[in-house]
């Protein structure tokens, strides 16, 4: 089954602690994106990849860091979570690098940080 | 920069009536693609509806269509005959063509009533 896959799915963590978030598609698409969605500011875009090696700033990247070895990983580190990032995020890829294209979105990770 | 805007934060309506949804944004380009997702409960985002810019007719998708007015910036989203699964939360969303960008909206948590 195409799909892309997040994990965990829930975490709860203490500030300070590093944490990285999997992600990973069977799709083989070019473009990776992780967004971060809070009540009231809809979905904004962390970090996105435009192929393997290649990354590059979202909206909203402080305090987060990527990284794309692979076509089909795309890990979401936070080396020093705060609590203002507590949020659900989701990882997105889509074929190629127009966003005619659809973005095939994972089921969310929803993070805690104490 | 590119803006995206729901003025909408909850709507509801009765089952099997009709229910528009809208959305206007701003872009300073002329090619770019706008786009309906739905959150339903599951969290799952999922891809409604597209629209490219260049295109004048209004894209439809079985009861999903929308009415998008270029000169006006505006793109809302119209659910005929609705029915108990369509509660959600909905997501406008805009890229300009080569840009990457996904840009989204706050949301609007809709509600259909039996």
């Not at chain 2, 509801?12 to 944004?25: G, I, K, M, N, P």
């Amino acid at each position: 089954e195409a799909q892309v896959t997040q994990n965990p799915r829930y975490l709860i963590t203490v500030t300070g602690k590093k944490l990285t978030v999997t992600c990973s598609q069977n799709m083989n698409h070019e473009y990776m994106s992780w967004y971060r969605q809070d009540p009231g500011l809809g979905l904004r875009q962390i970090y996105y990849s435009m192929n393997v090696e290649v990354t590059d700033k979202g909206d909203v990247p402080e305090g987060y860091k990527v990284s794309r070895k692979e076509k089909r990983n795309f890990p979401l580190i936070l080396e020093s979570p705060s609590p203002n990032q507590t949020s659900l995020y989701f990882c997105a890829s889509s074929p190629g690098t127009g966003l005619a294209n659809e973005q095939f979105f994972g089921p969310g990770t929803r993070l805690t940080v104490l | 920069a590119q803006t995206v805007t729901q003025s909408q934060p909850e709507m509801s309506v009765q089952e099997a009536e009709t229910v528009t949804l809208s959305c206007t944004y701003d872009t300073s380009e002329s090619n770019y693609y706008l786009f309906w997702y739905k959150q339903p409960p599951s969290r799952q985002m999922i891809l409604v509806i597209r629209q490219e810019a260049y295109k004048q007719q209004n894209a439809t998708e079985n009861r999903f269509s929308v009415n998008f007015q270029k000169a006006a910036k505006s793109f809302s989203l119209k659910i005929s005959d609705s029915q108990l699964g369509d509660t959600a939360m909905y997501f406008c969303a805009l890229t300009n063509f080569g840009n990457e960008k996904l840009t989204f909206g706050t949301g609007t948590r809709l509600t259909i009533i039996p």
